[in-house]
């Protein structure tokens, strides 16, 4: 096929996709002002171009904050305007830089490569040449499940450029046991259904749901309209969450080649938790009613207390930062007062 009639095919196969899909690039980026508009905080919002020349979007809060900037990273599936319970609280008087990871949200997503060792590289060039975008030399990197294990991996590369490390509930960080096979008890039809399922990306039921796929967020993730209930008297979140993951599955394609089957990290933190320098503080909230296995993080906190905090956020889920956003809040502000009076 010729490249001019590959790419009018391909632009055929979107046009129709979007027709099927209730979504676009513009009800994105109209769900996400929804969200900016209610924190008032004021911000500043720009592409980033990459040295891939991928373009990430951000939105940084009170720019002319003088104290430690800070830079967020959002989880899977998801999109800055998640850290939406947060920002008020955290930019008070520091810059809070956020961006949609690349694949995500109203970020290029471009198509990875098949090699995950690669795929993990690209992400965290990515993040790096935000970083020289936004001119941030010494900042508090924070991310949430798999912005989390991202932001150790960036952090172990550039250690340099992180003065503290805090993580929500970080995803990727223990190894499948070697045995787990054999000693847990999967039932057989979610061993089918996981076998059928594993060509697909994780989120393509929504997008399959075509004009459906409101509504099935809306079915499937009540909790969420929930957590932020304090600051949306709707479905704004909701939608949010909708537009952000049926647009093309970019980043969720890039995430399902890190991930073994039933969701354990194909290359586990476990084995780099050493790698990272010494003089790099890392804080870690867990949810007290989170999936995440945290038993690696709490032997590093016992083996290196002077580096390794760990603190369990009673009463939240996975989604820490949203579940108990007042405690969660709290002990990041005492780990920023902490570090900022670290003049090291």
Not at 21 to 38: F, G, H, N, V, W
Not at 75 to 83: D, N
Not at 195 to 202: D, K, L, Y
Request: with cysteine; aromatic share 12%; charged share 25%.
């Amino acid at each position: 096929m010729e490249e001019q009639e590959y790419i009018e095919s391909q632009s055929r196969w979107y046009s129709g996709w979007f027709r099927w899909c209730p979504t676009s690039d513009e009800l994105l980026q109209a769900a996400e002002a929804r969200i900016l508009q209610k924190l008032n905080v004021p911000y500043r919002a720009c592409y980033v171009t990459t040295s891939q020349q991928d373009k990430v979007w951000t939105v940084s809060f009170n720019p002319e904050g003088t104290k430690t900037p800070i830079l967020m990273i959002h989880g899977f599936g998801a999109g800055l305007g998640m850290w939406a319970l947060n920002v008020k609280e955290l930019s008070k008087d520091r810059p809070m830089h956020t961006f949609d990871m690349l694949g995500f949200g109203r970020s290029s997503r471009p198509t990875f490569d098949s090699d995950p060792e690669i795929v993990q590289e690209t992400f965290i060039n990515s993040i790096e040449d935000t970083r020289k975008a936004l001119g941030l030399e010494k900042f508090i990197l924070i991310g949430h499940s798999f912005g989390g294990y991202l932001a150790y991996a960036y952090t172990i590369k550039h250690p340099d450029q992180v003065k503290s490390l805090i993580l929500a509930d970080p995803w990727g960080f223990s190894e499948k046991p070697a045995d787990w096979d054999k000693t847990v008890s999967v039932p057989r039809w979610i061993r089918v259904v996981a076998t059928i399922m594993q060509p697909f990306n994780p989120l393509s039921g929504l997008r399959i749901a075509g004009p459906l796929g409101p509504s099935v967020v809306r079915r499937f993730r009540p909790d969420l309209q929930i957590k932020f209930s304090s600051l949306f008297d709707d479905d704004t979140i909701l939608n949010y969450i909708y537009h952000c993951n049926a647009q093309k599955p970019s980043g969720e394609t890039a995430f399902k080649k890190l991930v073994l089957p039933y969701g354990w990290a194909k290359f586990p933190m476990i084995h780099r938790m050493q790698h990272i320098n010494a003089k790099v503080k890392v804080a870690m909230l867990f949810g007290s009613h989170s999936w995440i296995d945290n038993t690696v993080t709490e032997e590093m906190e016992s083996e290196r207390p002077e580096q390794f905090t760990v603190h369990t956020v009673h009463g939240a889920g996975h989604h820490v930062y949203a579940d108990k956003p007042v405690r969660f809040n709290n002990i990041v502000k005492q780990i920023f007062e902490t570090c900022d009076e670290d003049r090291v």
